[in-house]
Every structure is written in C-alpha cells, then in structure tokens.
C-alpha cells in the first residue's frame, strides 16, 4: 500500500484439506451494504504540476474522465493534500465534473482529541461537496493505534456522513517473520495474532467495512522459463477478513495489485487482476481499490498510469476487468452479505491454510473440477443460493479449468461470463463450465 513498509514475499504452489461445513458457515445474518454496485477505487489521484519535477498539472477533467472511463468510482488523493488546498478543491471539482467520487488524503488523525465541531471547522465544507467520498486517514497501523483512530472515528462520523477510509495490514506468516526484524505477531501487529489484529479493529473502530492489502502475484525470470506463483497466505488472508466482516457486520473491502509492487513480483495483465477480483469477491469482497493509479514519484515500477503521464497495459487490463464485474455488480451486492463460505476444490498449500472452508452444501449435489478451483457460497435476504466459481490456477501459466458442478433442484442457472448474463439450462442438474485463467463466473440456480 502506500508508503508502506511492510511487504509480502512468499511462494506458492497450492491444496486441499477440507473441513466439516458446520465450522465455516454462519448463521443468516441481517444484510448490510452501502453499494448498489461493485465499488471500484484506487490510490493516487491524478498528480499536480511539477510533482515528478516538470510536470504539468494532470488535475483537469479529462484525466478524471479517463479514470471514469476505466470503470473507477472514486480515487484516493496522494501528491495534493489538506482539506483546504487548491489542489484538492481542483481535484474535488473535476472528479464531480466526471462523475466520480474522490477521496481527500489528510493528516486527519490529529484531530483524534478535537471535538466534532473542531473536525467540521477544519474540513470546512469540503467534504460536503458532491464529489467527495470522504477522507483518507491511515494505512496498515498496528492494533495499539486504535484506540486513537476509534476516537477519532466517533469524532469524525458527528461531523460528517463521509467515508473515513482505514486500510489495514496483510497477513505475514512466521517464516517471514526475520524480514521485518520481528520475531512474534506482537511485534508486527500489536496483536497476539493476525486475527486477533483483525477482530480489535473490529471491536473498537467502529468503521463499516474492514480494508485490507494484499499482493499475491510472483514471478522469478532467473531461469530458462519465467516460473509464475502466488503467495501461499493470500486465501487465508481473505478467509480472516471475511469471517470477521459478517460476525460483525462489515463490508469487506480489498486492495488489488495494480503493479509490479516488487522486484519479485510479476507486472499484472488482465488474467492476474480477474482473479485477484474473482477470487476476492469469492470471499465477499465488494469493494476494490488499485494500488496504485498513478505512479507514486517514490515508486519505481509503472502503474496505471506512468511517471509521463501514460496509460499502461495495466491500465487496459484493470478496465477489461472494472466493466466486466460492474455489469452484474447490482446482482451480486443483493447476495454479498449472505455468505456462507467458500469451497475448495482440489488440492494445494493454500487450501491447506484454510480454517473453515465449506467441505459441503445443501444446494450442491457435487463439484468436480480438471484443476484446482474455488466455490464461493452466498444466499441472498430470500435464502435463495447463489455461487461464485473461480479457477484457482496460476493465472501466468494461462491454463484453462473445466467445472461440473451438479445442483440440487435446478433446471438452469442464471451466469455472468465476462460480465454477460447468460442462461444455460443444465442436463440432470448439472452445469458445465470451462474457466478461463483467472476467470470467475457468478451463477445464480433456477427451478
């Protein structure tokens, strides 16, 4: 994430122990969302003049047009800061002109001790302006900050109605503990553990949706071949921030790896960004933000957008992507809240590190796939199912997966490929599916 200085590095393969269901599902809970739609942000606004040295000012409505065009719904200030600032007002005014949200990056933590009516004199009414989505206020703090972001929180939210954006730490194994020059989950997260870390933010910001960054894509060119991974930790990582978002009546919000973050990682293309997508929505998320849109000036490798101001392939992939799950995003948030679960199916290291995965489910007679696959488990407020299938193959590699998967009284299903819907009637229940890498197909059963 930004400026941040804790890094995920790992390898993967993946694989599958499953688990009795009873442990994984919840109870049916109240449903809960703000969006009528997939949610698609990003980090770094358009920069201002001079902000890599010579620059012009890329503040202007046509480059908020372009973000609007690549299916981005709000953006998240970097270079321009203050509530106050010429910069952000521009900024403000262009993104309502392109009919999107924007985000204001300030210190905004200082006023933890302010009264509401301090915080409303300091935002002034930039906040209240129609292109606003809120304020931006700390990226991955450890647990023993939250007791000043919750006062903050409870200050912030009598002042006004805008999203206060808090984005949290990835979870780090204990492996890779002697990176960070930390021996125990105490020194990294203030916490005994990464759920534990979770679950206190939980309890004392009393935030409506939990962020979280992660980074899963690898790649090592040393040799002959590229040899193409993905973090091992990543699933868990979303099964954490999943369970916690429903026992407490969160929304779940994802970061998503919008560069080559690293030296070790590989530069995503539209495969990779579907199922890190896919994958994540299989978990319930339905908010996504890129890191990063425009390259930040401490930042090496290119983003969305490069240090001239360019579009790159990233760019083109992460709109493909951004289309395709807006076009049925106003389906899936009525059936986010309901999540049950998430299915493996196969076997590799990373199913190996889920805690309560779905071994089975009423509505699924079996599942069977060429590859390993995931089957994300959702109801919505009528208790009618839905699923989301994902092909779990290393997404570089560009292999494609057959499902069948056989439903308990269903004639056909509804299905958004691509973002289409199509309706394919199934032959003794049973419906087939050939996913591509990295693909994901939301399916919705029928009588």
């Given at each position: 994430m930004i400026l941040s200085t804790v890094f995920l590095f790992g390898a993967v393969g993946c694989g599958g122990s499953q688990k009795d269901d009873s442990k994984g599902a919840t109870s049916q809970p109240a449903f809960w969302t703000s969006a009528e739609n997939i949610r698609i942000g990003g980090f770094v606004a358009p920069v201002p003049a001079n902000y890599y040295g010579d620059n012009e000012s890329y503040i202007t409505v046509e480059r908020?047009?372009?973000?609007?065009?690549a299916g981005f719904d709000f953006i998240v200030g970097h270079a321009e800061t203050g509530f106050k600032s010429a910069d952000v007002l521009q900024a403000l005014e262009c993104a309502k002109e392109a009919g999107i949200q924007y985000v204001v990056n300030a210190d905004?933590?200082?006023f933890a001790n302010s009264t509401p009516e301090r915080i409303q004199e300091a935002i002034g009414s930039t906040l209240e302006q129609e292109g606003c989505f809120g304020a931006f206020a700390v990226d991955e703090p450890q647990a023993s900050r939250y007791a000043t972001i919750a006062k903050l929180w409870e200050k912030y939210r009598l002042a006004t109605?805008?999203?206060?954006l808090i984005n949290l730490l990835p979870y780090i194994v204990e492996e890779d503990f002697p990176m960070y020059n930390a021996t125990t989950y105490e020194e990294l997260y203030s916490a005994p553990s990464y759920e534990a870390y979770i679950e206190y933010y939980c309890q004392q910001v009393k935030n409506d949706f939990i962020s979280v960054?992660?980074?899963?894509?690898?790649?090592?060119?040393s040799g002959v071949l590229p040899v193409y991974t993905l973090y091992e930790p990543w699933l868990r990582n979303l099964e954490i921030v999943e369970n916690l978002a429903i026992k407490y009546g969160r929304e779940h919000w994802q970061c998503v790896q919008g560069q080559k973050v690293h030296g070790f990682s590989k530069e995503p293309d539209y495969n990779d960004i579907r199922m890190q997508v896919y994958t994540s929505m299989a978990y319930g998320a339905q908010t996504f933000q890129y890191y990063c849109y425009f390259t930040p000036r401490e930042v090496e490798r290119p983003c969305l957008i490069d240090k001239n101001g360019n579009r790159t392939a990233i760019y083109d992939a992460a709109k493909r992507v951004n289309d395709e799950i807006h076009a049925f995003g106003d389906v899936f948030?009525?059936?986010?809240?309901?999540?049950?679960?998430?299915m493996p199916i196969g076997q590799c290291a990373?199913?190996?590190?889920?805690?309560?995965?779905?071994?089975?489910y009423k509505g699924i007679e079996s599942v069977k796939a060429a590859d390993n696959a995931l089957l994300g488990v959702f109801n919505d407020r009528d208790g009618n199912d839905a699923y989301m299938l994902t092909n779990f193959t290393?997404?570089?590699y560009g292999l494609d997966n057959s499902v069948s998967l056989k439903l308990k009284d269903t004639s056909s299903a509804v299905c958004y490929i691509g973002g289409q819907k199509q309706v394919i009637a199934l032959e003794d229940g049973e419906l087939k599916l050939t996913l591509g890498p990295g693909e994901g197909i939301f399916i919705i059963p029928q009588k």
């Open positions: 908020y047009q372009e973000l609007k065009n905004i933590l200082v109605d805008k999203k206060l960054d992660i980074y899963p894509f690898y790649e090592d060119t948030v009525d059936y986010v809240s309901g999540w049950k679960g998430v990373a199913f190996d590190m889920l805690e309560t995965p779905l071994q089975s290393v997404p570089g």
